[in-house]
């Protein structure tokens, strides 16, 4: 019991086919390049990635 209320406080985690999708954007250095590749489109990877970066804040990191 005690687990899952420490459980339900923390932030959620993104998933990992979205890290990948990241990680992706970083390696080709291009959201364009990456959509291509991942056949998807520019605007879901920007919107992925904002949701990380809010997501690592949440976390108690830093985005710059």
């Not at 209320?5 to 080709?28: G, I, N, Q, Y």
Request: charged share 20%; hydrophobic share 50%; proline share 5%.
């Amino acid at each position: 019991y005690c687990l899952d209320a420490m459980a339900e406080k923390l932030p959620a985690l993104p998933d990992l086919p979205r890290l990948t999708r990241f990680l992706r954007v970083a390696e080709l250095g291009s959201l364009t390049r990456a959509a291509a590749a991942l056949d998807a489109t520019q605007s879901v990877l920007s919107l992925q990635i904002s949701a990380l970066e809010r997501a690592w804040r949440k976390l108690g990191g830093s985005a710059g």
